[in-house]
């Protein structure tokens, strides 16, 4: 897991609830992600970020948020907009954009 | 489409044996190809990384191979332990014209038995 960590490792969502999920960083690496994992599919990106207060969408941002306002960390939201969220999330990070990514040990969000 | 297909998607062998993982992918243009381990409940560990002039590349028991040419790699474990039971994901790099973006497989489930 290298120096990225992840909490809480389960969280459970009410309807209509908006969570954060916590990512930080000690690896001072500059891109950050968020993917989301679900039984029988490939990791799917939600969002990244390459510098501070920069983030872009990847292929499922909807319902969820982001920012990063600082180096270590990039905290995601799961909105109440997400309608089925209930699966693994997984932060990375990595010097650049191509280089080896580093996960977290991920955060398991169960419905209610 | 850009996609990543691996196989089998479960496998179970005994400890000792040896066993190998395939991955084929349709993604362009390819920058490098990327073998995951992934513990269950853990996140994804990275075992090896493998750009298009490279054919081969091993980190102890774990050896990966990847044809350019026909799109495919894989993943060949020797002398198999308990603890290798896990997903082995592969994962393949593009240079898109939007930015650079990775491109996983599902995974295979692998289960070492004593």
């Known amino acids: 897991d290298g120096g990225i960590t992840q909490s809480p490792k389960y969280l459970f969502r009410k309807e209509g609830q908006n969570v954060t999920l916590s990512c930080e960083q000690n690896?001072?690496?500059?891109?950050m992600y968020w993917y989301r994992q679900d039984p029988g599919q490939g990791l799917r990106l939600i969002y990244y970020s390459q510098i501070v207060n920069d983030f872009q969408k990847g292929d499922i941002a909807e319902g969820y948020s982001v920012s990063r306002e600082k180096k270590e960390s990039f905290p995601l939201t799961v909105t109440s907009a997400q309608k089925n969220p209930t699966a693994f999330y997984l932060c990375?990070?990595?010097?650049?954009?191509?280089?080896?990514?580093?996960f977290g040990p991920g955060t398991r969000l169960l419905v209610l | 489409k850009n996609q990543v297909e691996q196989s089998p998607q479960s496998l179970i062998i005994l400890e000792g044996k040896n066993c190998t993982l395939q991955?084929?992918?349709?993604?362009?243009?390819?920058?490098?190809l990327r073998w995951y381990k992934q513990d269950t409940g853990r996140g994804p560990v990275s075992l090896t990384i493998m750009t298009f002039s490279e054919n081969t590349k091993s980190n102890g028991r774990y050896t990966a191979t990847l044809d350019a040419d026909t799109k495919q790699s894989s993943l060949h474990i020797t002398a198999s332990q308990l603890s290798d039971s896990a997903s082995y994901i592969c994962v393949v790099g593009l240079r898109g014209l939007d930015g650079n973006k990775l491109v996983f497989g599902a995974g295979t489930i692998l289960r070492v038995k004593s």
């Open positions: 991955c084929n992918y349709t993604v362009s243009p390819f920058s490098n």
């Open positions: 990375a990070s990595s010097w650049q954009a191509v280089e080896t990514q580093y």
């Open positions: 690896l001072n690496h500059d891109a």
